[in-house]
Structure formats: C-alpha cells, structure tokens
C-alpha cells in the first residue's frame, strides 16, 4: 500500500518543479510553482470554454446539415407526391371533354395559339405547389 502511495504521489508531482535554472534559492521554485497554476488556471479559463465554444460550433452546423437535408428529401417526397396526383388526374383527358363542345374554328384557334398547353401547364403548376405548401417547411 505504502507503494502505491509513494507512487502516485511521485505521478502526481514533477521533479522539475523543485528544480530551478535562474537561480539556487527558493525563487526559482516558487516561480516554477506559480508557472504550474498559472498553467491550470489557463486551462480552466481558456481553453475549456474553447472547447465548449467549438462544440456548440460544430452542433449548429450539423443542425442545419440536418434541416437541409430533411427539407432536400421533404422536396423529393412531395415532388412524388405531385407526380403520382397528376398522373391520377388525367388532366389533357378532361380538358379534351371540355374542349369538345367548343366550335371547331375556335378550338383550332385556341390549338394554334397554344392555349391549351397553357392551361394544362398553369394547372400542373397549382396543383404542384398546392402539394408543396401541405409540407410544412
């Protein structure tokens, strides 16, 4: 037991601390002393809230990763979503009915014109970004 009390009290302290470069009295040793707290003491104040510091630096960062990519998938969910609901929809099906009983010269013009597409493309658009405001960002 003495042992391993002899040994842990010489882990603890370093021999330089009673050895002394400037000078043979005990200000030497006191000023390695003060240099050994002071050394705590920096460790204490600076660098552990450093550390700290880079930690809730590091979390932040992560988090918004995070959020980017649950918002990039949310995206690719609901663009889904929005593919499937048009497919369902048929939407050139219901328009051809609806054109059908329009007078051919005016269904010519308005083919022509290309207002159909027009429609087809402003419809797919309101019912793409009426999915896309369901998902709540």
Not at 9 to 33: K, Q
């Amino acid at each position: 037991m003495i042992r391993l009390i002899t040994f842990s009290i010489f882990m603890l302290f370093s021999f330089s601390v009673f050895a002394s470069d400037t000078s043979i009295s005990f200000s030497g040793f006191f000023e390695d002393v003060a240099s050994f707290f002071n050394g705590i003491w920096f460790f204490l104040t600076v660098e552990i809230p450093t550390a700290i510091t880079n930690f809730f630096v590091w979390l932040i960062s992560w988090l918004i990763f995070l959020k980017y990519t649950m918002f990039l998938h949310a995206i690719e969910f609901a663009s889904q979503i929005a593919t499937s609901f048009l497919d369902l929809v048929e939407l050139n099906s219901m328009i051809n009915l609806a054109v059908a009983d329009l007078p051919s010269d005016v269904r010519s013009v308005l083919v022509d014109v290309g207002f159909f597409e027009g429609l087809t493309i402003l419809i797919e658009a309101v019912i793409t970004r009426f999915v896309y405001n369901m998902i709540t960002f």
